[in-house]
């Protein structure tokens, strides 16, 4: 028991020494992350790579392999957000097993003309409606909407209606 204790302590001595050698560019997120998840075993990854892929070496798993690659992206992730954050920035993270997605929004996207001159008619949703047309109503003149009606009763649909005669 001690032994093998000693050897994953080892491990992790010669991967920081190993990794302190190596030229980088920026921080070791392989290292860094095979802490943080603290998985069983010794892992290997080429040093002087910023998001190295890590493969388990002597009593190593997959599984904490696959949990320290899952960080390492998500760290890397992290530094490019911040390097590239901006004024009305919105970030959502979703995360399911190992896999990150991130979603970043910029502010808010220009108004359309048909939106400044939207009408003022409440959707029509005793009709059946396709999906976005909640969000295309608002966008219509009234004009356009009065037209959409039309094309509804008839068994149409809204956009159906915008197309040109």
Not at 2 to 30: E, R
Not at 51 to 68: K, L, M, N, Y
């Amino acid at each position: 028991m001690k032994l093998t204790a000693w050897k994953m302590t080892l491990g992790f001595a010669s991967l920081a020494a190993l990794s302190a050698c190596a030229t980088s560019s920026g921080p070791d997120y392989a290292l860094q992350c095979m802490f943080e998840v603290d998985a069983p075993g010794e892992y290997e990854y080429a040093a002087g790579v910023l998001e190295p892929t890590v493969f388990p070496s002597r009593g190593g798993t997959q599984a904490g392999a696959d949990a320290i690659n899952a960080c390492i992206v998500r760290k890397a992730n992290d530094a490019r957000i911040a390097a590239t954050t901006r004024t009305g920035q919105q970030v959502q993270t979703t995360a399911s097993g190992d896999r990150v997605v991130r979603t970043v929004t910029y502010g808010t996207p220009p108004q359309s003309q048909r939106r400044t001159s939207g009408g003022s008619l409440p959707l029509p949703t005793q009709y059946p409606l396709q999906p976005g047309d909640e969000a295309l109503w608002p966008t219509l003149t009234i004009a356009q909407q009065q037209r959409a009606l039309l094309f509804l009763e008839s068994g149409s649909t809204i956009r159906s209606s915008l197309a040109e005669d």
